[in-house]
């Protein structure tokens, strides 16, 4: 049971380029988000998922699309890398019942956007 | 606006002494209220939940937090600090989008420093 991971761990990007983060949970949660962490920002919301096939836009969705075929994976795709997005990124995922409030969350992706 | 403060970014305490970490909300209805704690290059991990019941709650690594809904606060504590508590420490609540979907919002942030 691995739980929540994330690919890559590390990456870095130059402004233009485009890349996708993968989130993999195997606890058959029907929740899934995506967060950045930014230094004195907390974690802000960019996307989410209340199911597979299903996507909606949190506090900070510009420049990311997601996407989630499959239950158990999270996608999330940076079209055109902007130096802005240079960040931590985390995903975290949850079930749906009253008892399964809590996040799981992913040891993180660092990105860098030169 | 939903919200949630923490208003200190730093709390620094001696091991062996007791800790608060600050949190206050503002949503609408009854708040679910979480901390999360996260140690350096690692995800957060849940540390405890409100939910209802009663108003203080406890969790891992002997801590606990006491729900105040007329301070609209959920402040952390432990009765004795340990080195290794240093790490930094979320608040977060949950806000509903709509009928039966939710999202959560998170603090800033404080930085807790446990001193020898």
């Known amino acids: 049971n691995a739980g929540v991971t994330q690919t890559p761990k590390f990456r870095v990007l130059k402004t233009g380029q485009s890349m996708t983060l993968l989130c993999a949970q195997d606890?058959?949660?029907?929740?899934m988000y995506w967060y950045r962490q930014d230094p004195g920002m907390g974690l802000r919301l960019i996307h989410y998922?209340?199911?597979?096939?299903?996507?909606a836009k949190g506090e900070v969705p510009d420049g990311y699309n997601v996407s989630r075929l499959k239950k158990q994976n999270f996608l999330l795709g940076l079209e055109s890398a902007a130096p802005s997005q240079t960040s931590v990124y985390f995903c975290?995922?949850?079930?749906?019942?009253?008892?399964?409030?809590?996040?799981?969350f992913g040891p993180g992706t660092r990105l860098l956007v030169l | 606006a939903q919200s949630v403060a923490q208003p200190e970014d730093q709390v620094n305490v001696a091991e062996g002494n007791p800790l608060t970490v600050k949190c206050t909300y503002s949503?609408?209805?009854?708040?679910?209220l979480f901390w999360y704690v996260q140690y350096p290059n690692r995800g957060l991990q849940f540390l405890l939940k409100?939910?209802?019941?009663?108003?203080l709650v406890k969790g891992s690594y002997g801590f606990e937090a006491e729900f105040n809904k007329s301070q609209t606060s959920f402040h952390l504590k432990k009765p004795s600090a340990l080195v290794s508590d240093s790490a930094l420490y979320f608040c977060?609540?949950?806000?509903?989008?709509?009928?039966?979907?939710?999202?959560?919002?998170f603090g800033t942030g404080t930085r807790l420093k446990v001193l020898a």
């Open positions: 977060a609540v949950r806000v509903g989008v709509n009928s039966g979907t939710y999202k959560y919002i």
């Open positions: 998922s209340v199911g597979e096939g299903t996507t």
């Open positions: 949503v609408s209805g009854n708040p679910y």
């Open positions: 975290a995922s949850k079930g749906f019942r009253r008892e399964q409030e809590t996040q799981y």
């Open positions: 409100y939910i209802t019941g009663d108003n």
């Open positions: 606890m058959n949660h029907e929740y």
